[in-house]
């Protein structure tokens, strides 16, 4: 095999496709050497970096916090790794689940029993809920850079200890579904007001403990929703949070 390779053969070699590689390449992660007509080639170095990343993204960091490493830029990587454990520790936690779900399945299969509501019930949640976690995983690493995944980890323990997360996700889709059927408002008026301090008090938990790397992150991420909306379906319409974007802004005016 010779030492420079053209983009296809390293996508036969690889495994990997000529669009996963350009992806790649847009991202900043890999920066393949160039023919004067343009063509895309790979050596020695170029490669051994494409392997860095492969052995980094299985390893489970986001292609942002590779980046980031590359980049040299300062990131506590304690914490970041710690992030990592948790993620396995509480993913391990569902597959345990999911797998006493399907035993139990099998065993009533094995006795000739039917399957009730109930267990197919737990089937269908135990699956649904590993699917949204890899889903907002794929999306957040887009956006969310690696300090403020490493931020999360370290901060989000700091929640009161009381906290109803269901009851919480439930205020938010009020909300948000009364936003949205009060829709189009005026931002400077006085209804749009009161929905934009609604919103505030309720982002009062998150805002009590995110750093400016966290805010930053996740308003970037909602900022391009319609980049992802298709891959996972967002907590509320993009047009809710252009509306509370502009009611803010409208305030600072």
């Not at 590779?66 to 980049?71: A, G, Q, R, V």
């Not at 996700?169 to 931002?187: G, K």
Request: glycine share 6%; hydrophobic share 50%.
């Amino acid at each position: 095999m010779t030492d420079i390779l053209d983009i296809a053969a390293v996508a036969r070699a690889t495994g990997l496709t000529s669009r996963a590689l350009r992806f790649y390449e847009a991202r900043g992660l890999v920066a393949p050497l160039r023919t004067a007509s343009g063509r895309r080639l790979f050596g020695p170095a170029e490669l051994a970096r494409l392997h860095e990343l492969l052995a980094l993204k299985r390893a489970g960091l986001s292609l942002a916090q590779i980046k980031t490493l590359f980049e040299g830029r300062p990131i506590d990587l304690g914490a970041l790794l710690r992030a990592q454990v948790a993620a396995i520790d509480a993913q391990a936690q569902e597959l345990a689940q999911a797998r006493s779900h399907l035993e139990i399945a099998l065993s009533r299969i094995d006795r000739g029993e039917p399957l009730d509501a109930a267990t197919l019930c737990s089937l269908i949640r135990s699956g649904e809920s590993m699917t949204m976690q890899e889903e907002w995983k794929a999306v957040s690493g887009r956006y969310i850079s690696a300090q403020a995944e490493a931020d999360f980890a370290e901060t989000m323990p700091n929640m009161p200890a009381d906290f109803d997360q269901a009851a919480y996700s439930a205020q938010w889709a009020d909300l948000t579904a009364r936003i949205e059927a009060a829709l189009p408002l005026d931002p400077a008026s006085a209804a749009a007001g009161a929905f934009y301090d609604e919103w505030q008090a309720l982002l009062a938990p998150f805002t009590a403990i995110a750093t400016p790397a966290m805010m930053e992150g996740v308003t970037r991420m909602y900022d391009h929703v319609d980049e992802w909306k298709d891959e996972r379906q967002p907590p509320f319409a993009s047009d809710v949070w252009d509306f509370i974007r502009s009611v803010g802004a409208a305030r600072q005016m």
